[in-house]
């Protein structure tokens, strides 16, 4: 549904720049300025931060660089979708260090098993836990096997992973969903 809206012109000179900056036309950038004052309305008590993290968990979904799939299933496509948290806790990382944890990425694409199935309220999550330079790494993931896809959602040590991933519950369901 779309209708006329008489905007101010300093107004619509700002969400031009806005705009341009975030790559959006200048209607989805009033769309999404709409959306985070909605959201900070009903939630007053939410910091922009995580208003803005959970938008983006939600519409910023990448499609990643492994088309593998596990033996006995030759022939069909698995989809990898990482989110934008898990992109960027990845981008933080040495070269060395990344590429230990790209093989245990590898490792769950050949079987997507391999991670703990959590209980309650993470249900949909398996973590994937590994070893690196002695420390305990996490990887939280979603398989949805009867579509093929795989989704990274976030990447850590085990300090405080459950309770990020209680808080991002909502926006990962949505994304899976």
């Known amino acids: 549904m779309s209708i006329s809206v008489r905007l101010d012109d300093e107004f619509v000179s700002d969400i031009k720049v806005h705009a341009e900056a975030a790559s959006r036309s200048i209607p989805k950038q009033i769309e999404h300025w709409a959306k985070i004052g909605r959201i900070a309305e009903e939630n007053p008590d939410l910091p922009y931060g995580f208003i803005l993290e959970t938008l983006l968990a939600q519409s910023e979904v990448k499609t990643i660089r492994y088309p593998a799939m596990p033996e006995g299933q030759a022939g069909r496509r698995i989809d990898v979708y990482e989110t934008r948290?898990?992109?960027k806790a990845l981008a933080k990382l040495p070269r060395d260090v990344l590429a230990a944890v790209e093989d245990e990425i590898d490792a769950i694409i050949a079987d997507p098993s391999l991670g703990e199935q959590?209980?309650?309220?993470?249900r949909f999550l398996q973590v994937h836990k590994f070893s690196l330079n002695n420390q305990l790494m996490l990887i939280g993931y979603s398989w949805i096997?009867?579509?093929?896809?795989?989704?990274?959602?976030?990447?850590?040590?085990?300090?405080?992973?459950?309770?990020?991933?209680k808080i991002h519950r909502k926006a990962d369901l949505k994304l899976i969903e």
Do not use: A, I, P, V
């Not at 096997?145 to 991933?165: A, I, K, M, P, V």
């Open 85 to 87: 948290r898990f992109s």
């Open 118 to 122: 959590k209980k309650g309220d993470l």
């Open 145 to 165: 096997e009867n579509r093929l896809e795989l989704y990274l959602l976030s990447f850590g040590t085990h300090e405080n992973f459950y309770l990020e991933q």
